[in-house]
T-cell receptor, first 113, second 111 residues
Framework: DAGITQSPRHKVTETGTPVTLRCHQT?????MYWYRQDPGHGLRLIHY???????DKGEVSDGYSVSRSKTEDFLLTLESATSSQTSVYFC????????????FGPGTRLTVL | KNEVEQSPQNLTAQEGEFITINCSYS?????LHWLQQHPGGGIVSLFM???GKKKHGRLIATINIQEKHSSLHITASHPRDSAVYIC?????????????FGQGTRLTINP
């Protein structure tokens, strides 16, 4: 257990509403990631962070923004949710220094109606 | 062409059988990851390897860097091994380690 929690775990929302997902870690790891997982596409990187206020885009970043004001929290925001953003979202952390494993949070299931 | 290809996509076997899942990739890498995801469950890191072989219990992972190929083996398979197995390779800048994932192999072990 790498001390990663995600909230909420489940959310149903309507098209056009803003949504924020939170990833929280307890071990002060530098790198944090947001992925989405969809049937037929597998896991894909949305955004990642390499430190407080340091973030960069991943493969499928359109329609998403992120913020990291504290080491322990990495927020993913959908400014105006669309049905195509219905997915399971996973947060992950990585211990710094060279090649190392990523440890995943429990996931958030988001449904946009 | 996907950067990471897994085969087979689905695999059904009987309890006790020896299982092999394959992963091929097209980019140069520093290490390859194997992950496990149980139905409705979270994602667990099984192995990260950059050369040779690693073993953890009944699971064995091998990698051939020159051939850009890795295999995950399960010996004496058990119904609790039923899960999706995913391989992933890092791309981009070394520090960022942005992972690209295979589509996953859905393994079902029948008692």
């Amino acid at each position: 257990d790498a001390g990663i929690t995600q909230s909420p775990r489940h959310k149903v929302t309507e098209t056009g509403t803003p949504v924020t997902l939170r990833c929280h870690q307890t071990e002060n790891h530098r790198y944090m990631y947001w992925y989405r997982q969809d049937p037929g596409h597998g896991l894909r990187l949305i955004h990642y962070s390499y430190g407080v206020k340091d973030t960069d885009k991943g493969e499928v970043s359109d329609g998403y923004s992120v913020s990291r004001s504290k080491t322990e929290d990495f927020l993913l925001t959908l400014e105006s949710a669309t049905s195509s953003q219905t997915s399971v979202y996973f947060c992950a952390i990585r211990v710094s220094g060279g090649a190392s494993e990523q440890f995943f949070g429990p996931g958030t299931r988001l449904t946009v109606l | 062409k996907n950067e990471v290809e897994q085969s087979p996509q689905n695999l059904t076997a009987q309890e006790g059988e020896f299982i092999t899942i394959n992963c091929s990739y097209s980019v140069g890498i520093s290490a390859l990851h194997w992950l496990q995801q149980h139905p409705g469950g979270g994602i667990v890191s099984l192995f990260m390897l950059s050369s040779g072989k690693k073993k953890h219990g009944r699971l064995i992972a091998t990698i051939n860097i020159q051939e850009k190929h890795s295999s995950l083996h399960i010996t004496a398979s058990h119904p609790r091994d039923s899960a999706v197995y995913i391989c992933a390779v890092p791309t981009g800048v070394q520090g960022a380690q942005k992972l690209v994932f295979g589509q996953g192999t859905r393994l079902t072990i029948n008692p």
